[in-house]
Structures are given as structure tokens and as C-alpha cells.
């Protein structure tokens, strides 16, 4: 997060080596959310650090535990990164198509806000991490019965990449929202 190219993560990568958390092989916590399977990278209270690709030094202290959904894929090649709020029972999942940091008009990746009661609180709570507020994109509600079924399919990443893409092509929110539309399941 704050593009960065070294972090520091206490705990629970305290006592790992700075290979290992470059890596992101130390152990972690892991919880279930509404049947997800969720890696803590950062627990509530913890502290994220590290030095930006202008080489300024950051650090956040972390609001709400942060980690990755185990079996999914995001558009870096990586699972995909998510935010725990405090209500377990939340219906809906927020996905932020976060900016480039430094190339604000490009999408960056995506960053799942679950366990928040609203849009407002979800957008609050990623803001809550980030020094600058250029790193937050549009955001995507999803039902959550919904959002596990298209983050855990291969066959629906795609979709969801593209309406991200969409908004940075000029188009801005409406772009993307005509470009994958969420069903009113709940």
C-alpha cells in the first residue's frame, strides 16, 4: 500500500527477515469471513511502514485488519487484497478500484472492503490507510453471496477487471458501471 517498495509489518511478521516480508512468506492469522477464506497480512493495531518509490519514508498505523482472499486472483497476479470492518454479518462487499500512485488517471488494483455497513464507512475506512486520497478510485457494491461466487471464479475475473479499466479510460463512474452491472440479488 502507499506504493511501496519495502514494508515492515508488526505483527505478525515481527522476527521475520526483510526477505520474507518482501515476499509475504512469514506466518499470518487467518479468519473465515461469510465463508472466505482470509490471510491477515496486518491486524487491527498494527503498524505498515515503509519507503515509496521517491524514496519517502511512510507509516500507517492500521485501522482495520488487512490481508488477502485465500484462492482468489487479482489483476497483479496476486490474491486479492481486502480491508475486515467489524460487522461480521455485512451484506455487502465494496471493492475500490484504486489509482496508480503517482498516475492517478490509471487503475492500479483492487482493494475488497469487507464488514462495513456502508459505502460511506468502507470509503472512511480505506482512506484511513492511504497519506493521499488520490489513491481512491470508484467503488463497486456487490452483495456478498454475489462477490464470492465472482472472486473465486476465474471465468468472472476478467468482468470485474474490465469495469475497473473502463472507468479509467475517461469515461469516469458510469463507464465502468456500464460495463459490468451488479444484479440485484441479495
Given at each position: ?7 515492515k509489518?508488526?505483527p ?6 526483510p526477505?520474507q516480508?518482501?515476499?509475504?512468506n ?6 473465515r ?12 493495531g498494527?503498524v ?6 521517491d ?6 498505523k ?14 497483479d497476479?496476486d490474491?486479492?487484497d ?17 489509482r ?8 492500479d ?6 464488514g462495513?455497513?456502508?459505502e460511506?464507512e468502507?470509503k ?17 457494491a456487490m452483495p ?20 475497473a ?10 463507464a ?7 444484479s440485484?440479488?441479495?
Amino acid at each position: 500500500m502507499n506504493s511501496f517498495l519495502f514494508f515492515k509489518a508488526t505483527p505478525p511478521g515481527e522476527g521475520a527477515s526483510p526477505g520474507q516480508l518482501e515476499a509475504g512468506n512469514y506466518k499470518k492469522q487467518h479468519r473465515r469471513f461469510q465463508g472466505l477464506d482470509i490471510s491477515i497480512e496486518n491486524p487491527k493495531g498494527s503498524v505498515r511502514s515503509g519507503v515509496d518509490r521517491d524514496g519517502h519514508a511512510w507509516r500507517t498505523k492500521m485501522t482495520h485488519a488487512y490481508g488477502y482472499i485465500r484462492g482468489s486472483l487479482g489483476v497483479d497476479g496476486d490474491h486479492v487484497d481486502c480491508y475486515l470492518g467489524p460487522e461480521a454479518e455485512a451484506p455487502i462487499a465494496y471493492i475500490v478500484h484504486q489509482r496508480k500512485a503517482g498516475k492517478w488517471d490509471r487503475y492500479d488494483e483492487d482493494k475488497v472492503m469487507l464488514g462495513f455497513g456502508s459505502e460511506e464507512e468502507a470509503k472512511r475506512a480505506y482512506l484511513d490507510h492511504y497519506d493521499d486520497p488520490r489513491f481512491l478510485g470508484p467503488i463497486t457494491a456487490m452483495p456478498m453471496d454475489e462477490f464470492k461466487e465472482k472472486v473465486l471464479s476465474t471465468r468472472e475475473r476478467p468482468r470485474m477487471i474490465k469495469a475497473a479499466v473502463g472507468f479509467f479510460r475517461g469515461k469516469g463512474r458510469e463507464a465502468g458501471e456500464r460495463t459490468y452491472k451488479v444484479s440485484s440479488r441479495s
